[in-house]
Structure formats: structure tokens, C-alpha cells
């Protein structure tokens, strides 16, 4: 099956800076992909690019087959577009702005109220429907933003920070949003909340400096977290010397640190050598040697010790 959002070789240039430098991607039906990167990376202008909203200095962009640049009015037709900030028109409702976007879509005024209506309750704007946009706050107006977007159900959704300004109840909204669209949609999703990627994302793309430095799901960038698969166990202080020796022994175990300590414990994590886990060894050494512990979890590792590493190492 042929990717619904495609991607290839893009290049921008603003001045002396290359904003995106030769980017290549493909999201497929029932993907969400999680596009990531440092402030300045190029994800918007990415994104930009792919929408036809900017002009590509070179490489092409297809959305359902269609060349952004060769036919953008078609391309556009499969396309909901949520941009950086959320544009709408402050002084309408979001119910007059909606049925706006749905007459400038060619909907007549039967299949307007319908579709409004849809948009307006699967983005959660019951409550303010007919209140001015410039009034409304940060989160609302980005809610109306994906109202916009999803109105006319496009097969293609791209969505320049969905989350961003919304509290805990309407980011859970969004998300469970996002997967209920998921099967019959490609959906990227550029954030810099890491943890949507786990939450939402089938697949993240990590950018930096215009181009992709790491490409997999939630779980392939988690393996490269140095303390994936690591071994973390609390005990008293007072054992503290005994257990990192007996630990370090292990030929499961590349070292052994201290995490934390506090209320007279200290954690200790055992780090893995190579790409097992040494939770076996650990808890046979334990039950053998008798050591008494509180607690022992093994841990996966952080989306941001890993977004850190990969950004910083590649030059941010």
C-alpha cells in the first residue's frame, strides 16, 4: 500500500541558513508519527513544506499520491492542516469561523451544519461555541484550530503542536482523539511534549539542524537510553557498600551507581552490559547472597535522556 504522506529529499534555505536539508519520510495509513526536534530543528518548515504552504527550494511532497507542487488544490482537498499558533479570525465564533472553512471547502449549507456540528463536538467546544475566538482561551483556540482541521475528514492530518496550551483533561481529549482517527488516517504530529510520543505515536522522526538523526517507535528510542534495561534497587544505607560490590561483579552488570538517596536509603542502579537486562542475575545474587532490599524495578529508560543525547551529540 502506497504511503498517504510522502516526502522526499526536501531542502529550504532562508539566507546563509538551511532550514531543512534533505529530509525524506513516508507515514502510512494507521500511522501517527511523532516528529521531534529541538526549537529551531526545522520541523515547522518541514511541515510547511509538506502542506504546500511553502514554496520546497528542492526534493517533492505527495499527500494520497498527489504532487504538493504539480496539483496542490487536489493534494489540499485530502489534507487537515493544523498550523503553529492556531490562525483563526478573532473576532468570529467558533461556530461562524467552522462554517466558514466548510463553504470555503464547497460544502452547501445542508452538509455545512452537519459537519460543524461533527467538528465542534469531537473537538470538545460545546461550551463555546459562541463565544469570539479572541476571547476564548490558549487551549480553546487551539481546539477550534483542530476542528478546522478535521471538518471535512481528511485521510491526511498534520498537526503543528495539537496539545500545546491545553490542561491535563484536554490534552487526555486531544489524545484519545488522535487514536480513535488513527486507523483510518496517516497523521504526523510535531511536539516537543515527549511524552505524547509514548502516548499516541506508532513512530517518531527526531530532526535536528534539518535533517533526521533518529527514526523508530517509542520502544526503539528507548533502547538507546543508557539506563534501559538497567536494574534499580533501594536499600539501607548501612548495605549500601556490601550490595555495589557483589552487584559489580556480575558479568550482566557494566557498573554500578548511585541514583539517589534519601530517609537513611540509597538507590543503586546496575547497568546493563550490552543489550539484556540483568534483572535475573540481579534478583538470583540477591535471594543467593541474602541481601536484604526495599524495593527493585527495571527501569526503561527516558524519552528525554535520549532525545538530549541523540540532539546534542548531532551538533544542537
Do not use: W
Request: glycine residues 10%.
Amino acid at each position: 500500500m502506497a504511503p498517504l504522506i510522502e516526502a522526499k529529499g526536501l531542502e529550504k534555505t532562508f539566507g546563509s541558513i538551511r532550514a531543512v536539508d534533505g529530509i525524506s519520510l513516508a507515514v502510512e495509513k494507521g500511522e501517527v508519527l511523532g516528529f521531534l526536534g529541538p526549537n529551531g530543528a526545522g520541523k515547522s518548515t518541514t511541515m510547511k513544506m509538506i502542506t504546500g504552504f511553502l514554496e520546497l527550494d528542492a526534493g517533492s511532497a505527495a499527500i494520497c499520491g498527489i504532487d504538493i507542487t504539480a496539483d496542490p488544490r487536489a493534494a489540499k482537498a485530502k489534507l487537515g492542516y493544523l498550523p503553529e499558533g492556531a490562525p483563526a479570525y478573532g473576532d468570529m465564533t467558533p461556530a461562524a469561523f467552522l462554517a466558514f472553512i466548510a463553504e470555503v471547502r464547497g460544502y452547501d449549507s445542508h452538509e455545512i451544519k452537519g459537519r460543524v456540528a461533527a467538528a465542534v463536538s469531537r473537538a470538545g467546544l460545546g461550551a463555546v461555541v459562541d463565544q469570539r475566538i479572541e476571547t476564548l482561551s490558549k487551549g480553546f483556540k487551539r481546539r477550534v484550530g483542530i476542528a478546522q482541521a478535521i471538518l471535512h475528514d481528511p485521510p491526511v492530518l498534520i498537526m503543528d503542536e495539537p496539545t500545546d496550551g491545553l490542561d491535563p483533561n484536554q490534552k487526555h481529549h486531544v489524545r484519545e482523539l488522535i487514536r480513535e482517527m488513527r486507523p483510518h488516517k496517516a497523521i504526523i504530529v510535531s511536539t516537543h511534549i515527549l511524552e505524547e510520543v509514548e502516548a499516541v505515536c506508532t513512530r517518531a522522526i527526531i530532526i535536528n539542524r534539518g535533517r533526521i538523526v533518529a527514526d523508530g517507535t517509542a520502544d526503539d528510542l528507548l533502547s538507546r537510553a543508557r539506563a534501559h534495561n538497567s536494574v534499580s534497587i533501594r536499600v539501607l544505607e548501612a548495605d549500601a557498600a556490601r550490595i555495589t560490590k557483589a552487584l559489580s561483579a556480575l558479568a550482566e552488570v557494566a557498573g554500578v551507581e548511585t541514583a539517589d538517596k534519601a530517609d537513611g536509603l540509597i538507590r543503586l542502579r546496575a547497568l546493563p552490559k550490552g543489550s539484556a537486562s540483568p534483572a535475573k542475575a540481579v534478583g538470583d545474587l540477591l535471594r543467593h547472597e541474602n541481601l536484604a532490599i526495599e524495593e527493585m524495578v527495571v527501569e526503561r529508560g527516558k524519552l528525554d535522556d535520549v532525545f538530549r543525547e541523540i540532539t546534542m551529540s548531532s551538533g544542537a
